[in-house]
């Protein structure tokens, strides 16, 4: 069975970032422990918007964005 491509190698591949930003953001999470994306975003490597887009993309679903809308409990 194929090996899953990673998160970082796929945002590479697809030129959303650099393997130079990825490099650092591995590096940093190697030290943190945080979550790849987070460090990304946190970075200013690609916004959330971004993010959440790309997933969507890979997922073959659509992607709704709910924050303008006020949602009762």
Same mark, same amino acid.
């Given at each position: 069975m *194929?090996q899953?491509?990673? !998160?970082? #190698? !796929? +945002? $590479?591949?697809?030129? $959303? &970032?650099?393997?130079?930003q =990825?490099?650092? *953001?591995? *590096?940093k999470?190697k030290?943190?422990?945080?979550? /790849?994306g987070? &460090? /990304? &975003?946190? =970075?200013n490597? +690609?916004t959330?918007?971004?993010? !959440? #887009? @790309? @997933? *969507?993309k890979? !997922?073959? &679903?659509p992607?709704f #964005? =709910?924050?303008p809308?006020? /949602?009762?409990?």
């Amino acid at each position: 069975m *194929a090996q899953p491509i990673k !998160l970082g #190698d !796929l +945002l $590479v591949q697809h030129h $959303v &970032i650099t393997q130079t930003q =990825l490099t650092e *953001a591995l *590096a940093k999470q190697k030290n943190t422990g945080e979550r /790849l994306g987070q &460090i /990304l &975003i946190n =970075l200013n490597y +690609l916004t959330e918007q971004q993010f !959440l #887009d @790309f @997933f *969507a993309k890979q !997922l073959h &679903i659509p992607f709704f #964005d =709910l924050t303008p809308y006020h /949602l009762n409990p």
